[in-house]
Nanobody
Framework: QVQLVESGGGLVQTGGSLRLSCAAS????????MGWYRQAPGKQRELVAS???????NYADSVKGRFTISRDNAENTVYLQMNSLKPEDTAVYYC???????????WGQGTQVTVSS
């Protein structure tokens, strides 16, 4: 139903910023849920931020006030602006998408974010 390609990861110092992009192969206007997850070594994948087609957004407590998720429907892209990065933000970040009419959840391949202390 959709292919997702993340980009924008990299190495940044503590306090720095990165903007991740998740480009979709189709229109995201009607996709109910799009989210950014992350997985650090030895840890479970966790939800970082989500965006619903209604406009509602949610954030993990650990990133509130620092990360912002946004949708660009014209570009079929979801962004994750990450500011004031900390070493504990180091992880592979994944984009996912789900719609109520779909039988599965779709994931991108992930992009590595490394924050040096």
């Amino acid at each position: 139903q959709v292919q997702l390609v993340e980009s924008g990861g990299g190495l940044v110092q503590t306090g720095g910023s990165l903007r991740l992009s998740c480009a979709a192969s189709r229109s995201i206007f009607s996709i109910d849920f799009m989210g950014w997850y992350r997985q650090a070594p030895g840890k479970q994948r966790e939800l970082v931020a989500s965006s619903r087609s209604s406009g509602r957004t949610n954030y993990a407590d650990s990133v509130k006030g620092r990360f912002t998720i946004s949708r660009d429907n014209a570009e079929n892209t979801v962004y994750l602006q990450m500011n004031s990065l900390k070493p504990e933000d180091t992880a592979v970040y994944y984009c996912n998408a789900h719609a109520s009419a779909w039988s599965q959840i779709y994931w991108g391949q992930g992009t590595q974010v490394t924050v040096s202390s």
